[in-house]
């Protein structure tokens, strides 16, 4: 349509190119419309996308992105702030979705995100002391059973591991330093479950005091879309936000 069209144009022009920091408004975008255009930006453009939003919308959103995105392609950094980092961080596309407190946890540098993840690949040599010194570490504690993210048990050859912002834990099966198995499980539980050929550990990304924040991840060229400006301008540091926001290529609904 003439409107998606004008706005793809305007967003596709760098901030570089306009005179000062702008945030596009646009009107017309009531329930899942905003949910729609999202998602048609993603498949439409190469640009990474983020969705800013309160905690009364942020349900119907990740509902829908679910829905329309293909599978894997979002990001939730208020359930997985790990998986949203290690997303960013190793530029996979995806649709990041962020709730506006989101936007004030205090980070590691993004220099330091690749010391806190620990690649796993089936049949591969890792080393198990290795493995073992990145848990210890990182903050990981020893426990006889998995059950909280942060965790890790060692059973003989095999290691469960609840990564920082995962969704389940892993176990993992060495033959010496070699991977022979890795799985995920269910912690009430403690039965096997996927079977996976390759996965990260990651640590704890968050780190108290730092000025760096995830709008610290975010490529220029980042398109923004924020609901409900006047909820995060109520916000006591929600105008200080919005300048930053601004600073990618920002539109509102």
């Known amino acids: 349509?003439?409107?998606?069209?004008?706005?793809?144009?305007?967003?596709?022009?760098?901030?570089?190119?306009?005179?000062?920091?702008?945030?596009?408004?646009?009107?017309?975008?009531?329930?899942?419309f905003s949910s729609l255009l999202a998602a048609t930006l993603f498949a439409d453009a190469t640009a990474p996308l983020m969705v800013v939003c309160s905690s009364n919308s942020f349900e119907r959103y990740e509902n829908d992105l679910e829905a329309l995105l293909p599978k894997g392609s979002l990001c939730n950094s208020a359930d997985e702030l790990s998986h949203t980092i290690e997303a960013l961080a190793t530029k996979r596309r995806s649709l990041l979705l962020s709730l506006f407190d989101d936007l004030d946890v205090p980070l590691c540098s993004p220099s330091e995100v690749e010391s806190r993840m620990f690649h796993l690949t089936l049949d591969a040599t890792i080393g198990y002391d290795?493995?073992?010194?990145?848990?210890?570490?990182?903050?990981?504690?020893?426990?006889?059973?998995?059950?909280?993210?942060?965790?890790?048990?060692?059973?003989?050859?095999?290691?469960?591991?609840?990564?920082?912002?995962?969704?389940?834990?892993?176990?993992?099966?060495?033959?010496?330093?070699?991977?022979?198995?890795?799985?995920?499980?269910?912690?009430?539980?403690?039965?096997?479950?996927?079977?996976l050929q390759q996965a990260t550990l990651t640590a704890n990304?968050?780190?108290?005091?730092?000025?760096?924040?995830l709008l610290d991840y975010l490529a220029p060229e980042t398109v923004v879309l924020v609901d409900d400006v006047a909820e995060l301008i109520a916000q006591s540091d929600g105008k200080e936000l919005l300048e930053r926001l601004c600073h990618f290529r920002c539109f509102s609904s």
């Open 1 to 32: 349509s003439a409107p998606y069209n004008q706005l793809t144009s305007l967003l596709s022009k760098s901030n570089a190119q306009q005179k000062g920091d702008i945030l596009l408004p646009l009107a017309g975008l009531y329930g899942s």
């Open 130 to 195: 290795a493995l073992k010194h990145f848990l210890t570490a990182n903050g990981f504690e020893q426990r006889d059973f998995v059950e909280d993210e942060g965790e890790f048990s060692l059973r003989g050859s095999i290691i469960d591991v609840y990564p920082f912002g995962a969704a389940e834990p892993l176990r993992i099966e060495l033959f010496g330093d070699a991977i022979t198995s890795l799985r995920l499980f269910d912690s009430n539980s403690q039965l096997s479950g996927k079977n």
């Open 205 to 213: 990304f968050t780190t108290p005091n730092s000025p760096i924040t």
